[in-house]
């Protein structure tokens, strides 16, 4: 039988161990840093929401604020609800007795306090101190 062409079974499952050796050990790796990513880019945007709160709040009246739930935050002002943010699937908020991020029209923070992020093997403050000092991100 001449000009047959193929692969034997020995060589189909022999590339099926290896990829399967190869997937065993990159996925998880994979995993875990598209979660620091996405980490990542929350703390990005959640950055720019609340300079955008800051800037919004010199100079106006307005009281435009961030309030922290366990899975999601909400920019709102005193009438209507601006955005809803959800945090990534693995992130959660650890509530604190006061979860209200506002500015007054002078840009400093009122009641400036530290915020909790958890993640699996991490945990992260959001920490606003006194003034009209930029907040910060720690990871601890």
Do not use: C, W
């Not at 050796?21 to 980490?39: A, C, D, H, Y």
């Not at 929350?42 to 307005?62: A, H, P, T, V, Y």
Request: no cysteine; glycine share 4%.
């Amino acid at each position: 039988m001449k000009g047959i062409n193929g692969f034997t079974l020995i060589e189909v499952l022999f590339t099926l161990f290896i990829v399967s050796i190869v997937s065993v050990l990159f996925i998880p790796n994979m995993l875990q840093v598209i979660e620091r990513q996405q980490t990542k880019h929350f703390f990005e945007i959640f950055n720019s929401d609340i300079l955008m709160i800051q800037n919004k709040s010199i100079g106006e009246e307005r009281n435009i604020r961030i309030r922290l739930r366990t899975d999601h935050y909400l920019m709102m002002d005193e009438r209507e609800l601006i955005v809803q943010r959800e945090y990534p699937k693995h992130l959660t908020y650890i509530e604190g007795s006061n979860n209200i991020i506002t500015f007054n029209n002078t840009g400093t923070m009122m009641n400036p306090r530290t915020f909790h992020f958890r993640e699996r093997n991490k945990a992260y403050l959001v920490v606003f101190p006194l003034g009209k000092g930029r907040h910060y991100i720690e990871e601890m």
